[in-house]
């Protein structure tokens, strides 16, 4: 290989079309060989992980302005966040402890905890599917791993989900909640949600940028979801009632969102463990990572070219 | 050292509209293909941009890349950026890559202007603590003064381009990939920004340059690379490369003052 220096000439070719069997130069071959060059492969697929990870100072600095956007010369800013949850919280929470005859100390804690989880896992999944879509224009201009994206995605979440806290620590104050030491479990709780957001995003995110009828199509599914799973009604109180009642809010445990609010919700509203729900989300968190690496593997290359 | 190996490298583009995005016509489709066609061809038209490319680029390597619009130049570019993965053949990019497409991308006209110079230089492959040793100059070289703590978008489209410029010619790129439109800023700027190109350009690895303007591939890249219609024509010397491209020698056209410069960079 000749060493190329600054004015001189290089390549063998000039003033020629190539034809097709053109010459190449020393370099080539041996890069024809190198497996790893390939587009599909799962190096390139967890290089993009790496890669996006590395760069979390850019996405977390991004996360944090997505934020701060939208509440741009307003007084109370981001803080409108945890006011509006709140509210709905509050006027929901009055109406169906009424309607149900639900204790409002259980009650307004169960709904506020169950609508925050909620939002954290359908912002997910709705914004995880036009991550990409959304993000056309840098993804044309810039070299960056896919994955910055979705970690975009994640993190603005989470710091949505730690305004929406606040009214969480508020009724547990207010109602003096008792937490024990088991509420602790909500930490490793809500690294398991954070990991299931990152997965859907990827997949739904990637096979969106191609079929562009699934974002509607998961908010549609979304929406409808969050009437099966029990956020504005309390299924274990269903259950203890017994009767035909009781039957049927048990099939409320074949919708895999049950168990994800569940396993977050007990520990913030102090009620038991339950190992159950631990199962099943932590399989749905192996194999739906499984799902989106196939995916990231297969596809990650074709997304600036399909979006 | 930084390198970039590109080997018969294809880039399709496929071209989707209504029907070939749809789930919907693509699971009927198939259901269809059963029993008898649906009516639809499901083939996806594609648009061939680049075909058959090969290059070789080494640390030291300062290519202008001409052609006619339309040519490929700026696929090229983000092929070499690695934005597009080649749909046929290999390629293969080491080191960290600075694309220049487009000055402003990432800027965000909410927040101010020394926030917006934090934001580029990360887009740019910077660390925070970089731009912000970077920042002083960066305002210095764009002379906008106390517009600097307002938000972008209280600016002109001549300031954010100054603001634009300065922060991208800060960076100490590894590979630099500039596309045409870096020279469109006004002429008494223009001095100015000259000598700062110059040192960035100076400062890189590898320089590929997409431009119309005879003046700046002669001042800032020594090798030339003719794309027509998506594929090589014609690779090596940049002067012979231009003559070839332009019918006649380049040196032609050029002022006296972009003589001297020019005499100057190929020293």
């Known amino acids: ?307 | 050292m930084v390198s970039i190996d590109v080997c018969g490298a294809c880039v399709n583009f496929p071209i989707f509209d209504a029907k070939t995005r749809s789930l919907k016509k693509a699971l009927l489709g198939t259901v269809g293909r059963a029993g008898g066609k649906i009516g639809m061809d499901a083939k996806v038209p594609v648009i061939e941009a680049l075909r058959d490319i090969t290059l070789s680029l080494r640390h030291g390597d300062r290519v202008g890349l001409i052609g006619h619009n339309g040519a490929g130049k700026s696929t090229l570019l983000r092929l070499l950026s690695g934005i597009y993965e080649p749909t046929m053949g290999v390629s293969r990019i080491v080191g960290k890559v600075a694309p220049v497409f487009d000055l402003g991308v990432g800027m965000d006209p909410e927040i101010s202007g020394y926030e917006n110079i934090i934001i580029r230089g990360l887009f740019l492959g910077m660390t925070r603590k970089q731009m912000e040793a970077r920042t002083e100059e960066i305002a210095e070289f764009s002379e906008l003064g106390d517009y600097l703590s307002m938000p972008l978008r209280t600016y002109s489209t001549g300031m954010r381009v100054r603001l634009a410029l300065g922060v991208v010619t800060s960076i100490d790129p590894e590979i630099l990939l500039l596309d045409e439109g870096i020279g469109a800023v006004d002429a008494a700027f223009l001095e100015k920004a000259r000598e700062r190109l110059t040192a960035l350009v100076e400062r890189s690895g590898i320089l590929v340059f997409a431009s119309h303007s005879d003046e700046f591939l002669l001042e800032l890249c020594s090798s030339g690379l003719w794309l027509d219609h998506g594929q090589i024509r014609e690779q090596g010397d940049l002067r012979t490369v231009l003559s070839h491209y332009k019918g006649k020698d380049p040196y032609e056209n050029l002022s006296p003052e972009a003589l001297t410069r020019v005499a100057e960079a190929t020293r």
């Open chain 1, 1 to 307: 290989m000749h060493p190329r220096m600054g004015t001189q000439a290089w390549g063998p070719q000039n003033a020629r079309v190539p034809s097709r069997t053109m010459q190449y130069t020393a370099a080539a071959p041996e890069i024809t060989a190198d497996r790893a060059l390939s587009s599909r492969s799962w190096s390139r697929a967890f290089g993009d992980l790496r890669a996006g990870w590395q760069q979390r100072r850019l996405w977390g600095h991004l996360g944090w302005q997505d934020i701060r956007q939208g509440y741009r010369r307003s007084v109370i800013g981001p803080l409108w966040i945890t006011i509006s949850l709140g509210v709905q919280a509050l006027g929901m929470g009055l109406l169906y402890a009424a309607l149900f005859g639900q204790p409002i100390a259980f009650f307004l804690p169960y709904l506020a905890v169950g609508l925050i989880i909620w939002q954290f896992m359908a912002s997910c999944i709705n914004e995880g599917a036009e991550v990409f879509i959304r993000n056309e224009g840098l993804i044309k201009h810039l070299p960056a791993p896919l994955s910055v994206h979705v970690f975009r995605l994640v993190w603005r979440q989470l710091l949505f989900f730690g305004h929406n806290v606040l009214v969480w620590a508020a009724l547990v104050v207010i109602f003096r909640t008792h937490l024990g030491w088991g509420s602790l479990m909500a930490l490793p709780a809500l690294a398991v949600i954070v990991l299931n957001g990152a997965w859907v995003a990827i997949l739904i995110g990637i096979i969106a940028t191609r079929y562009r009828d699934i974002p509607p199509v998961t908010t549609s599914v979304v929406t409808l979801m969050f009437f099966m799973t029990p956020i504005v009604w309390n299924y274990q109180d269903l259950i203890s009632k017994g009767g035909p009642g009781a039957q049927r809010a048990r099939l409320a445990e074949l919708n895999p969102f049950l168990h994800f609010v569940e396993i977050l919700r007990r520990p913030m509203i102090g009620q038991s463990f339950e190992p159950r729900h631990w199962v099943v989300t932590l399989a749905i968190t192996v194999v739906g990572w499984a799902a989106a690496l196939l995916i990231l593997r297969n596809y990650r290359a074709r997304v600036s070219y399909w979006v």
